[in-house]
């Protein structure tokens, strides 16, 4: 059987075609009056006949699994490639983990140092507020007692420690 080619499609074997080119399939002229039943046209005037549609399907399906068979082959030619990249993956994803627990139970131990911390912080500045008014105290107590000349190097002494002025007075040298 020879190829004739109509339209891109090979109609050779299109059971309505007659030998002179005319299609012998009958077919309703929607365009007359009467929707009038015609029989036989031309094969070229007629680009979506069945035929020619069953055609461009079966060539479309057959490009489709052509394309699939490549698709295929180049998967099965990079599987051990996609193999040894899932394997890393797996490998970085458990390091990743391992390193994110690390960091998590670091995290942990610096919360709990924190919290001691701050309960160091006001426990301590609670003492130095404390000793603070305790200073303020001795202060106001050497204040008003230094009038008095046998204890006012004592006092002066006592004053000097509490202001950080200068080294304090050895005590063998505080006349008593």
């Avoid at 479309?60 to 068979?69: A, H, N, V």
């Avoid at 000793?131 to 000097?160: S, W």
Wanted: charge should be negative; charged fraction near 35%; glycine fraction near 4%.
């Amino acid at each position: 059987m020879t190829e004739e080619i109509i339209d891109g499609i090979d109609v050779s074997g299109c059971y309505w075609k007659c030998k002179d080119g005319d299609c012998v399939m009958y077919y309703a002229d929607l365009s007359s009056d009467n929707n009038e039943i015609v029989y036989g046209f031309n094969c070229e005037d007629n680009p979506n006949c069945y035929y020619k549609q069953l055609q461009r399907a079966k060539r479309e399906l057959q490009e489709q699994k052509e394309k699939y068979e490549i698709l295929k082959k180049t998967l099965e030619n990079h599987e051990p490639i996609l193999k040894c990249i899932d394997a890393s993956v797996k490998v970085e994803n458990m390091e990743l983990k391992e390193a994110n627990e690390e960091l998590q139970a670091e995290n942990e131990k610096l919360k709990t140092e924190i919290e001691e911390l701050k309960r160091y912080e006001y426990t301590y500045l609670d003492k130095f507020l404390d000793l603070k008014q305790a200073l303020e105290e001795i202060r106001q107590f050497c204040g008003t007692y230094m009038n008095n000349d046998a204890v006012r190097p004592i006092y002066e002494n006592i004053l000097k420690i509490i202001d950080g002025d200068s080294e304090p007075i050895p005590d063998d040298e505080i006349p008593f």
